[in-house]
């Protein structure tokens, strides 16, 4: 959706703004047609009709047609701009502002969350290590003490068999795949490591990115497949947006692309956008509508990650090898200190010892933060977000998978308004599925009820039966007016000058 609207001529857009606020407060006066608004500015009628859809965009307008055909253009919502002001520069700003300092979060944080958790795994795994082999020479060299030395020494040997097999066995050291191939063949590049780690954290990114703009560029398809016309309902339909949302998104993309709304000689409202038509493109294109096997442009359901599982299966036991250490140091620093005996624990007293002659001071301190606290800290967070990541993809795709239903269902409808049963709205693709389809059916049909009020029924089944009177007359209505359209008046013609001659 436009975010500014794109105002060529701004004193006569501030007439025409005036001209409405003033209309609009008198007593009586519910709105303004665009004869009124030239009347009182003294405007073009053509500049009229041009600027009228952007003030209406700009300040939530709302359409009307009087019982004459006329276009009746009202603001119940009062004259707050969308685009303009303190408030919308505020937001704007704020948005931005959030924007960038997410961006900058992630990207900070995305790099600190790779580091700490290979880093601190390689840390951990180097400190069995040494302790495995220390445990091995105290073992050699004193004999009176082997069977105190064996229990330390079974135990760094755990570790040590845990940490080879973590390291040869995983996938995660792995850049290629050595699987079976012929030779010659060359070796497939797999996912680098911390993009690995990135998605399993922070996801992939949103698959719909981009939607927005084919969803506009699948309107200006049916739009060229129509002879420039189009109806709400076909609009909720393409977009899957309900009846309210549609009616402020067709009002921007009338500004965006020169549409208009007309009223056919029955009053009902259209949206013609005659200058889509003028194109250099020549295929001869035959008016067919929506129909129930026309294609639609579905949004994907975003995935918890790219990984595959055993990547990220490995991931977890990584981070709760740093767990498991953490509380291992944070335990010992807490319950042995510096108080080191025969008794105390083998691996916490190789690291005081080590770092007390390295460092000279006390090292508890140290131990407590860098070996306890942030691994633990962070254990905590490397799982914590993947966890309200799921959650809020859940919450995601329930809407997302929704707003495909809808527009699956809006299709069925507007194919045949004037029988719909639940169970013909079956069979339901997989990008609409839902757990409960028929709720979802119930509220499908009561949104379109805000739009034309069916009548209800019961066949002979007492299964209900809704009727879109409003939306079968409406249709008829789009038929005829389109029928009446002759496409060669948009022809660009031939070339009568060219610069390259």
């Keep these: 959706m436009m975010k500014n609207p794109r105002i060529k001529n701004k004193k006569a857009y501030g007439k025409t703004v005036k001209a409405f606020k003033t209309l609009c407060s008198r007593t009586g006066e519910k709105g303004a047609t665009c004869a009124d608004i030239a009347a009182a500015t003294a405007l073009p009628l053509n500049t009229v ?24 253009y009202s603001f119940p919502r009062g004259f707050t701009s969308r685009y303009r002001g303190f408030g919308p ?4 700003f704020m948005d931005g502002l959030i924007r960038f300092s997410v961006k900058c979060g992630i990207f900070v944080f ?6 700490m958790l290979i880093g601190y795994f390689f840390l951990f795994m180097a400190i069995a290590i040494a302790s495995l082999f220390l445990s091995m020479a105290a073992s050699s060299s004193r004999n009176s003490s082997r069977r105190g030395s064996s229990g330390n020494m079974h135990l760094s040997m755990n570790i040590f068999n845990m940490i080879i097999r973590l390291w040869f066995y995983s996938e995660l050291t792995k850049s290629r795949n050595y699987g079976r191939r012929t030779y010659g063949e060359n070796r497939k590049t797999g996912k680098p490591l911390h993009k690995a780690i990135f998605s399993f954290v922070f996801g992939d990114g949103d698959p719909n990115a981009g939607w927005e703009e084919e969803n506009k560029k699948a309107l200006i398809k049916y739009l060229k497949d129509n002879k420039g016309v189009i109806s709400l309902p076909e609009f909720m339909i393409i977009s899957g947006l309900g009846p309210d949302q549609a009616e402020s998104a067709i009002t921007a993309f009338c500004v965006e692309f020169n549409g208009s709304p007309e009223a056919t000689e029955d009053g009902t409202v259209v949206y013609c956008f005659n200058e889509i038509l003028l194109s250099s493109d020549k295929t001869n294109r035959k008016s067919a509508g929506l129909c129930a096997d026309s294609p639609l442009n579905y949004k994907t359901k975003e995935a918890f990650s790219s990984n595959p599982e055993k990547m990220n299966f490995w991931f977890n036991l990584i981070n709760a090898f740093n767990l498991v250490f953490g509380v291992y140091f944070l335990y010992n620093a807490a319950s042995i200190g510096h ?7 083998y691996i916490y007293s190789v690291v ?11 090292p508890l ?3 407590t933060m860098v070996l306890g606290i942030i691994p633990l800290v962070f254990s905590f967070l490397f799982w914590l ?11 995601k795709n329930e809407t997302l998978s929704f707003e495909n239903f809808r527009k699956l269902m809006f299709l069925k409808i507007w194919d045949s308004p004037l029988s719909v049963r639940k169970k013909d709205l079956d069979p339901l693709p ?3 599925g839902r757990k409960n389809p028929d709720r979802a059916k119930d509220a499908v049909i009561k949104e379109m009820g805000t739009y034309a009020m069916p009548e209800i029924t019961l066949d002979h089944s007492n299964g209900e039966v809704y009727s879109f009177v409003e939306l079968e007359r409406e249709k008829q209505a789009l038929e005829k007016y389109r029928l009446a359209i002759d496409v060669q008046k948009f022809s660009i013609g031939e070339t009568v000058f060219d610069s390259g001659e």
């Excluded at 939530?60 to 009746?72: F, N």
């Excluded at 520069?89 to 704007?92: A, K, P």
């Excluded at 995305?110 to 580091?115: L, P, Q, T």
């Design 49 to 72: 009709r041009e600027l009228v859809p952007m003030a209406a965009d700009e300040f939530s307008g709302r359409l009307e047609v009087t019982e004459s055909g006329e276009i009746l």
């Design 352 to 362: 005081y010892v080590f770092l007390s002659v390295l460092l000279r001071i006390n």
């Design 89 to 92: 520069f505020i937001n704007r």
């Design 385 to 395: 977000i993947p966890v309200l990541r799921k959650n809020h993809i859940n919450k």
């Design 339 to 345: 108080v080191i005996t025969e008794q105390s624990s």
């Design 430 to 432: 997989k990008e609409t």
């Design 110 to 115: 995305k790099i600190w969350i790779m580091f």
């Design 365 to 367: 301190p140290l131990i």
